[in-house]
């Protein structure tokens, strides 16, 4: 499929997407009020107290509500986030650590030995999963397990894989209000669906009107740093597994002291670069002022320059409407290349090699 019309079929839509994936981005504002009545049911111990740094170890979609997490609070507590994306776990963690460890499937090697050793240092474990190795390990180990529903991508399972652990510290003191935060980004949510659904045309959906620029170029994702850096990332990711495609990001103001100086040569590579630029109110005035330079500079050589803004007031509501249209995006990328936007073969195929290896 390369006919940039069929993205005003529905049928075309829906045919290319066995998997259901845009049904799951549909229901995203739900699954953010369920995540939350989940994670708000979880015990946990009076002893968790008193965290002196937070560790949210998981890969792929498993990792990106810890980068989430990690820009979240950064301006609400001075408890240091990191995010794990490895076998083994840094040196500092301790005793007074709060190690989340998360995988959707609860199968995940890395994440698995992560575990592991965050047990032998006496971490203060919160497992995050709807099953598999790592919930029968914890609730073995004694240690509180939040269970998410099965059935989904992990990627499409952002909700709730972020919103129990943000309910974590809550109850922990390190953060608050967050019941008006999720009010707000279920609306906007909400309203968001409305605009990039498959049955609003192209003239008038803006996911898809980026997916026909995506077509048949390289998409390159600039997010800002501390603001939009991981909805950059997200963008880039999605691209991969939905699109099936390349992708790459970068994060100003970075990306002024290296790649911006890679707009020379070969013209005809650069003439296939299809940049998008996250914007939000949150950036630094100096980084906007870096964009509008690095705009004028790249802006004759490349396909095509796409601004997007973040919507909402609060944080979580910014990070994720930026994030929400990418989704849609990807997914009708993959309608364009004809790809069911669901499988993902090579990473099944580099899991089964490595089981046998």
Known sequence: MNNVNDLNSVERIETNDPGRMLD???RMPEQCE???AIGRKTEIPSGYASVSN???TGLGGSAIGGDFLRLYIAEKT?????????YTLPAFVDSKTLVFAVSYSGNTEETLSAYAQARETGARIVALTNGGKLRRLAEDDGYPVIVVPAGISPRAATGYLLIPTLTVLEKLGLISGLDAELDELTRTLRSLREELQ???PVEQNPAKQIATRFYGKIPVIWGAAGSTEVVAMRWKGQVNENGKAPAYWNVFPELNHNEIVGFEEPSALLGQLEIVILRDSGDH??????????KDIIKDVVSGITEVWSRGEGRLTRMFSLTY?????SVYLATLYGIDPTPVRNIDHLKQKLAHS
Do not use: F
């Open 54 to 56: 937070i560790v949210v």
């Open 24 to 26: 799951a981005l549909w």
């Open 34 to 36: 369920e995540a939350l």
């Open 285 to 294: 005035p100096r980084v906007q002022k870096r964009m509008e330079i690095s």
């Open 325 to 329: 249209i990418g989704d849609y995006v």
């Open 78 to 86: 001075g408890v240091p986030v990191i995010v794990n994306r490895d």
């Open 198 to 200: 498959p049955k609003v």
